[in-house]
């Protein structure tokens, strides 16, 4: 699985999460397809449980 290091905010500016003025991008997760495809998106997301959700949001989407 790809992780991206976006130290100018580009992605982050590009998905519209960036805040520069803070430090850091609001917390946001992206499902994306090996073709690009954007499948979900999960706004304000609370560290506890978030990686649970992620994994079976997966599993439901490419089984």
Do not use: N
Not at 9 to 29: E, I, N
């Amino acid at each position: 699985m790809p992780l991206i290091s976006d130290t100018d905010y580009d992605v982050a500016t590009a998905f519209g999460v960036a805040r520069p003025k803070v430090g850091v991008a609001k917390r946001t997760t992206f499902l994306i397809d090996p073709d690009g495809t954007l499948r979900k998106v999960y706004e304000k997301v609370k560290a506890k449980g978030h990686a649970a959700i992620v994994l079976q949001d997966c599993r439901d989407i490419w089984g």
